[in-house]
């Protein structure tokens, strides 16, 4: 129940005092990382003769377009920078107990944030794709019985991936922190590997790539 419970860091004395607790800190630490190093790794780039770190960047970039052509195809790729933005985002916020922070993902505000992101993003491709009348017309599809179903799913999806991340995130930290205190010397080491790095890595893959095959079900 502790761990449920994010701790206020600062209060902006706005509107009757706006709380910023530590989850909201933490992701705009990562933000700023993510805006840094962009800036950083996008310099100097060359044509010919390319260095190794933009041959490594160039590499990650096309393995990241070509997992998710292969889910939107081509004529989609427009959603790409968003979904490997996000999947960057993950990546960061659940292997940062590594170093001793807690992660941001183990606050259900911030995974529940992400997937109204997701759900927003994933009716307005099937929007833009098959225009409107098309998209409300399929919540009758097969038959108007199953409208309510259909509408329903619109808000099962995105609290899938909310409790899905959400869940995985803070069990393996309280798993951590309940091993730490019973042997806090070498026990945690392996184990550490696998809840911050193996599961973190996880579910970051599995939280874009379902984003990125509901938006391919929603354009069909």
């Not at 607790?21 to 962009?38: N, Q």
């Not at 309510?148 to 991340?165: A, G, K, N, Q, T």
Request: aromatic share 10%.
């Amino acid at each position: 129940m502790e761990e449920l419970t994010c701790k206020t860091v600062f209060e902006i004395p706005v509107f009757g005092g706006i709380k910023v607790d530590e989850a909201v800190v933490a992701t705009w630490g990562i933000m700023l990382c993510l805006t840094l190093l962009s800036l950083i790794l996008v310099r100097n780039l060359k044509v010919e003769r390319p260095g190794k770190v933009q041959l490594a960047l160039e590499s990650c970039i096309q393995w990241g377009t070509d997992l998710f052509e292969g889910i939107l195809g081509k004529e989609n790729s427009g959603y790409i920078p968003y979904l490997m933005t996000v999947g960057l985002f993950l990546v960061i916020s659940n292997t940062m107990g590594l170093i001793g922070i807690k992660p941001p993902t183990k606050d259900l505000n911030v995974t529940a944030a992400l997937a109204i992101l997701s759900m927003l993003l994933i009716e307005y491709s099937g929007i833009r794709r098959n225009g409107i009348r098309h998209w409300g017309k399929h919540f009758g599809e097969p038959v108007p019985f199953v409208a309510p179903i259909m509408v329903l799913e619109v808000f099962i999806r995105p609290l899938s991936l909310c409790m899905r991340l959400f869940g995985n995130m803070l069990g393996g930290f309280v798993v951590m922190e309940l091993i730490k205190q019973v042997a806090p010397l070498l026990i945690p080491v392996p184990l550490s590997f696998y809840f911050d790095i193996f599961d973190g890595l996880l579910q970051a893959y599995v939280f874009v790539f379902l984003t990125a095959l509901f938006m391919n079900e929603e354009m069909e």
